[in-house]
């Protein structure tokens, strides 16, 4: 998969059960972007459609020529790999306006590497009237039952909240790393390592102010971000003077409106994603989640940077079995959905293929 927050393409092998509940962990890749690769998807949404199709051809071919040697490799190491899930890159996300489209040529990855590929898990929620996102919930819900709420800081952070005895729900909560990202390039930098900006900065009154009376967090559940829907966080950010304290504003907003935004309940809660990684953020979420009696818990590394990514492989895997893959209580459809789109013939192990 590759995120929002434009740094690089992460590459998943699980393996799961039959019974799809218990998902065992393989390997994790991740191919950072290069600079030139991270401009052009940033500025995706600037494009003409032609243009963007024609970086569609480009990227897929990149990710091609990154999949079939590590394919080759994790072949020889574990066993053949079986179903492959592309959620591509976004390119637009309108939920009730024109749809939801992320690039990726799932039919030509599905000829040069000769497995079949789920893609387009998105459309079909938006097509009953959902949201489309998050799809993660759902992984969350079979994987991790005995957290409360599984929160990921991405380019955007949500979080899957699923108290005992009812309905598995979930909300996109606010910018996360795309505008940690976006003040660390001030600095010369391409995200704040180890927290140093934020650290060497103030939070800024006003500013925090004005974060705090943005109009999305006042909209009911459900609903959802993409990175077009961040403008104003950035404005107001953009404008304190000294980076360091636009970071140090943007933690502390940050930790405010994800734990504001979590319904009322205590028990654990997993911490995964980038975001994850930065002391700063990490402090003062810890400390915001437990005034609210909820216990932060950031899982093994590899849970940390790679849950969304296999979270597609297993969601791919349910397309494949035609099983649900979205759920109504979280995106707002009508009816519970499997999305997705299989490329190829997907035979399970064990079973003879047509």
């Given amino acids: 998969m590759s995120g929002t927050s434009c740094d690089g393409l992460d590459v998943a092998l699980i393996e799961i059960e039959a019974n799809?509940?218990?998902?065992?962990?393989?390997?994790?890749?991740?191919?950072?972007?290069?600079?030139?690769?991270?401009?052009r998807l940033k500025g995706m949404g600037t494009l003409p459609d032609a243009a963007v199709l024609d970086m569609e051809q480009d990227w897929t071919g990149w990710v091609a020529d990154r999949l079939e040697p590590l394919l080759a490799r994790w072949t020889s190491e574990?066993?053949?790999?079986?179903?492959?899930?592309?959620?591509?890159?976004?390119?637009y996300h309108e939920p009730g306006g024109r749809g939801t489209r992320a690039i990726g040529e799932a039919s030509v990855l599905h000829r040069r590497l000769g497995l079949p590929v789920v893609a387009d898990y998105r459309s079909a929620d938006v097509a009953r009237g959902g949201q489309g996102a998050p799809l993660v919930p759902l992984f969350d819900a079979h994987v991790f039952q005995t957290h409360i709420a599984c929160l990921n800081l991405g380019g955007i952070a949500n979080v899957t909240w699923q108290p005992?005895?009812?309905?598995?729900?979930?909300?996109?909560?606010?910018?996360?790393?795309?505008?940690?990202?976006?003040?660390?390039?001030?600095?010369?930098?391409?995200?704040?390592?180890?927290?140093?900006?934020?650290?060497?900065?103030?939070?800024?009154?006003?500013?925090?102010?004005?974060l705090r009376d943005w109009r999305y967090l006042r909209r009911?559940?459900?609903?959802?971000?993409?990175?077009?829907?961040?403008?104003?966080?950035?404005?107001v950010l953009d404008e304190v003077a000294r980076p360091q304290d636009a970071l140090a504003t943007a933690v502390q907003w940050m930790a405010e409106a994800i734990a504001d935004?979590?319904?009322?309940?205590?028990?654990?809660?997993?911490?995964?994603?980038?975001?994850?990684?930065?002391?700063?953020?990490?402090?003062?979420?810890v400390d915001a989640l437990g005034e609210r009696g909820l216990r932060a818990e950031i899982p093994a590394v590899h849970w940390v940077d790679g849950k969304e990514a296999a979270a597609f492989a297993w969601l791919a895997w349910r397309t494949a079995f035609g099983r649900t893959t979205s759920l109504s209580t979280v995106t707002g459809a009508t009816e519970d959905v499997c999305g997705g789109v299989l490329f190829g013939t997907f035979t399970p192990p064990g079973m003879n293929g047509p």
């Fill in 20 to 39: 799809g509940l218990e998902v065992s962990w393989l390997a994790l890749k991740e191919f950072p972007y290069s600079e030139p690769w991270a401009a």
């Fill in 78 to 91: 574990f066993g053949p790999v079986h179903l492959l899930g592309l959620s591509g890159h976004t390119w």
């Fill in 164 to 210: 005992p005895g009812s309905p598995v729900r979930a909300s996109d909560l606010c910018g996360c790393n795309l505008l940690l990202n976006r003040q660390a390039e001030r600095l010369g930098w391409t995200y704040d390592r180890d927290g140093a900006g934020a650290a060497a900065g103030e939070v800024d009154a006003m500013s925090l102010a004005r």
């Fill in 220 to 235: 009911p559940w459900p609903k959802s971000l993409a990175a077009e829907d961040l403008t104003y966080l950035h404005l």
């Fill in 261 to 285: 935004g979590i319904p009322k309940g205590e028990g654990r809660a997993l911490v995964t994603g980038g975001g994850a990684h930065h002391p700063g953020l990490r402090s003062a979420l």
